[in-house]
């Protein structure tokens, strides 16, 4: 978390709370990502999930109360771990990702 975290911290004012038995990861207090088991998952929609999907990465899932949960969150692709710029591109997606679902009604 803490290494993620410090690769996030040139973008913008985060903030970090436990969830989902991990963190929960908030940019301009919208959220944006999550980590769990070591993996970071970030916040997609209709208009960024198929990214996700074409470079092979699945959402976060739990099961709860015997069904399984899919949430709108992608695991990070790894270049996110390696290259800053990688990490800024992914976090831009996602905050737009998260702005989006703010203005739903």
Do not use: H
Not at 18 to 45: N, P, Q, S
Not at 75 to 82: G, H, L, Q, R
Request: charged share 25%; proline share 5%; glycine share 6%.
């Amino acid at each position: 978390m803490e290494f993620v975290v410090e690769q996030m911290t040139p973008i913008g004012r985060l903030r970090v709370r436990a969830m989902f038995g991990g963190y929960g990861i908030y940019l301009d207090d919208c959220f944006i990502a999550i980590i769990v088991d070591d993996r970071l998952y970030f916040k997609a929609d209709l208009v960024t999930a198929s990214e996700f999907e074409a470079k092979g990465l699945n959402p976060f899932s739990y099961m709860a109360r015997g069904k399984l949960v899919t949430l709108q969150y992608f695991e990070a692709p790894p270049e996110v771990f390696e290259e800053a710029e990688a990490m800024r591109f992914w976090v831009q997606k996602a905050y737009a990702a998260a702005v989006r679902a703010r203005q739903r009604p």
